[in-house]
């Protein structure tokens, strides 16, 4: 079975800098997509990016972007120029090449400070 | 456009009462889902339906039941309830189809139920 894992409760990062947070994820699926979930204070569940795994570029949306290792399972989301905005809990999902389901990671509360 | 609407939004039961979320989407989609959230455990899925007429086991079924009404409506019941299903409940809907084709997964706002 395929498994997702934060292993980062909770991240903090002062405005206008640079984080990473991390993912690892467990799979012997060669096809597959991976995610990242932000979710505010509001609870509503909002896709920040997506990588196919078959493509070897990261993905980028905007301040957003992703390190990608495919060998190592590795999925992490770099934030640059943080903004007060983007303090959440910022979840990793999976999702196989042949179904629709998510598997999630347990997330990551990031906090950022003025 | 609504998208996906769930009903209530905040619930508190008693042990061993009943209750009925609803969820709906008009997106026309053929895939919907429950998840529940707990603190430090991440969205697990509880059931879904890969189209209308049909519902399976996700990761964590037990003590739930689901009822996928027509093509826009999926409900959640939870017929004697836990303390153990405090959780925020989260439906989400997919357009579903063809297998390796990337669909979108859209998630309502939640269902905070408290079950005392």
Redesign the interface.
Not at chain 1, 26 to 54: G, H, N
Not at chain 1, 57 to 76: C, G, P, W
Not at chain 2, 59 to 81: H, I, Q, T
């Given at each position: 079975a395929q498994t997702v894992t934060q292993s980062q409760p909770e991240m903090s990062v002062q405005e206008a800098e640079t984080v990473t947070l991390s993912c690892t994820y467990d799979t012997s699926e060669s096809d597959y997509y991976l995610f990242w979930y932000k979710q505010p204070p509001s609870r509503q569940m909002i896709l920040v990016i997506r990588q196919e795994a078959y493509k070897q570029q990261n993905a980028t949306e905007n301040r957003f972007s992703v390190n990608f290792q495919k060998a190592a399972k590795s999925f992490s989301l770099k934030i640059s120029d943080s903004q007060l905005g983007d303090a959440a809990m910022y979840f990793c999902a999976y999702r196989s090449g042949n179904t629709d389901k998510l598997i999630f990671g347990t997330g990551t509360r990031l906090q950022v400070f003025p | 456009n609504a998208g996906v609407t769930q009903t209530p939004k905040f619930q508190v039961l008693k042990t061993g009462q009943s209750m009925t979320l609803q969820c709906a989407q008009d997106m026309n989609h053929n895939?919907m889902?429950w998840y529940r959230q707990d603190p430090?455990?991440?969205?697990?899925?509880i059931y879904?339906s890969?189209s209308e007429g049909t519902t399976d086991k996700?990761e964590v079924p037990n003590g739930y039941n689901v009822s996928r009404l027509n093509k826009r409506e999926f409900s959640l019941r939870l017929e004697s309830a836990a303390p153990s299903q405090t959780s925020?409940y989260?439906c989400?809907s997919?357009p579903?189809g063809l297998?390796?084709v990337?669909?979108?997964?859209f998630?309502g706002?939640?269902t905070?139920l408290t079950v005392l």
């Amino acid at each position: 079975a395929q498994t997702v894992t934060q292993s980062q409760p909770e991240m903090s990062v002062q405005e206008a800098e640079t984080v990473t947070l991390s993912c690892t994820y467990d799979t012997s699926e060669s096809d597959y997509y991976l995610f990242w979930y932000k979710q505010p204070p509001s609870r509503q569940m909002i896709l920040v990016i997506r990588q196919e795994a078959y493509k070897q570029q990261n993905a980028t949306e905007n301040r957003f972007s992703v390190n990608f290792q495919k060998a190592a399972k590795s999925f992490s989301l770099k934030i640059s120029d943080s903004q007060l905005g983007d303090a959440a809990m910022y979840f990793c999902a999976y999702r196989s090449g042949n179904t629709d389901k998510l598997i999630f990671g347990t997330g990551t509360r990031l906090q950022v400070f003025p | 456009n609504a998208g996906v609407t769930q009903t209530p939004k905040f619930q508190v039961l008693k042990t061993g009462q009943s209750m009925t979320l609803q969820c709906a989407q008009d997106m026309n989609h053929n895939s919907m889902y429950w998840y529940r959230q707990d603190p430090g455990m991440g969205l697990r899925l509880i059931y879904y339906s890969a189209s209308e007429g049909t519902t399976d086991k996700g990761e964590v079924p037990n003590g739930y039941n689901v009822s996928r009404l027509n093509k826009r409506e999926f409900s959640l019941r939870l017929e004697s309830a836990a303390p153990s299903q405090t959780s925020v409940y989260f439906c989400a809907s997919t357009p579903g189809g063809l297998a390796g084709v990337y669909n979108e997964q859209f998630f309502g706002p939640g269902t905070r139920l408290t079950v005392l």
